[in-house]
Nanobody, 123 residues
Framework: QVQLVESGGGLVQPGGSLRLSCAAS????????IGWFRQAPGKEREGVSC????????YYVSSVKGRFTISRDNAKNTVYLQMNSLKPEDTAVYYC????????????????WGQGTQVTVSS
């Protein structure tokens, strides 16, 4: 049974950092792309980052480039999203999702989703 579980969200001040984790079970992470998405209240879901299967190529939406880093630990079957220099506009529920093909910016292309973790950036 494929399962994704996010953790690491919370309340942080502007300029602070958080590391989100996406723990996978029921499949081998190395053969799947993992994407991070976020959805703020009243806004559409947005693709934030993705790490491709096998070669580990990474992709970022322009608004987080240079601040967020996605990485994968195959031994732990976990993907991380390190978020630095957080801004209030980063506030959202963050989701990880997986698909058995290359990275896609569209959430509809992903097959399995986690339950989400709330990130709130506020002073």
């Amino acid at each position: 049974q494929v399962q994704l579980v996010e953790s690491g969200g919370g309340l942080v001040q502007p300029g602070g950092s958080l590391r989100l984790s996406c723990a996978a079970s029921g499949f081998t992470l190395d053969y799947y792309a993992i994407g991070w998405f976020r959805q703020a209240p009243g806004k559409e879901r947005e693709g934030v980052s993705c790490i491709s299967r096998r070669d580990g190529s990474t992709y970022y939406v322009s608004s987080v480039k240079g601040r967020f880093t996605i990485s994968r630990d195959n031994a732990k079957n976990t993907v991380y999203l390190q978020m630095n220099s957080l801004k209030p506009e980063d506030t959202a529920v963050y989701y990880c999702a997986t698909r058995g093909r290359s990275c896609s910016r569209y959430g509809s292309d992903y097959d399995y989703w986690g339950q989400g973790t709330q990130v709130t950036v506020s002073s």
